[in-house]
């Protein structure tokens, strides 16, 4: 069975740019997070959604959105990047929102 | 405002001892506390959680003891081996929100 799928793997923006990255969950997960790692904050949860609906949401600025497909695939979005943005950008997925979750590889952005 | 304080954040250890890594946390609402591992270029994944109904829960090498009286909770890893070295982070949930809150993490070596 195929682990989550993040693309791309690496990214490198200028400030003030807007980036998209996308999330390939497990088959048959219909849940979805996503989660920003720094050395600074640690591992801080961004939003999750479930069935193409948001149901939490981080402390994080509406610079930081996403969306579900009805395929369960993810994307977040980030408009009008800053230089603190930069970090791996982690998704996990899972059946629901009391199963474990299983996170994939990230995609690692900088912004310069 | 750090709500799952961890420590230490690294740690050496030799070939065959024991690996501690400890976790405090200060919201009373907190009910799952599952700790995570990560190798470089990966994701965290799941290694072992518990709730407060018990002090104590082992898996293999791998055991958490839980302190619900003082808040705080630590993993103990049992005849460590080099395969073992990684990040080690601690987190959080209540069952409202099931937001995670993370700990900074541990940087874990194991010298063979």
């Known amino acids: 069975k195929a682990g989550v799928t993040q693309t791309p793997r690496y990214l490198i923006k200028t400030r003030g740019q807007q980036v998209t990255l996308s999330c390939s969950p497990i088959s048959g997960h219909r849940s979805v997070s996503w989660y920003q790692q720094t050395p600074g904050q640690g591992l801080q949860f961004l939003f999750e959604y479930f069935s193409e609906t948001q149901r939490n949401k981080g402390n994080f600025p509406g610079r930081f959105s996403g969306r579900q497909f009805s395929n369960s695939r993810s994307e977040m979005n980030v408009s009008t990047l800053e230089l603190g943005d930069s970090a791996l950008y982690l998704c996990?997925?899972?059946?629901?929102?009391?199963?474990?979750?299983?996170f994939g590889p990230g995609t690692r952005l900088t912004v310069l | 405002q750090q709500q799952v304080k961890q420590s230490p954040q690294s740690l050496i250890v030799q070939k065959g001892g024991i690996s501690i890594i400890n976790c405090a946390y200060e919201n009373t609402a907190f009910d799952y506390f599952p700790w995570y591992q990560q190798f470089p270029g990966k994701g965290p994944a799941l290694l072992i959680a518990?709730?407060?109904?018990?002090s104590e829960k082992k898996e293999g090498r791998f055991t958490i003891s839980f302190n619900k009286s003082a808040k705080q909770f630590s993993l103990h890893i049992m005849d460590s081996q080099p395969g073992d070295s990684a990040t080690y982070f601690c987190a959080a949930e209540s069952g409202g929100s099931y937001i995670p809150t993370f700990g900074r993490g541990t940087s874990l070596i194991v010298h063979p």
């Open positions: 996990a997925s899972s059946l629901g929102q009391h199963n474990e979750q299983f």
């Open positions: 518990i709730r407060p109904d018990v």
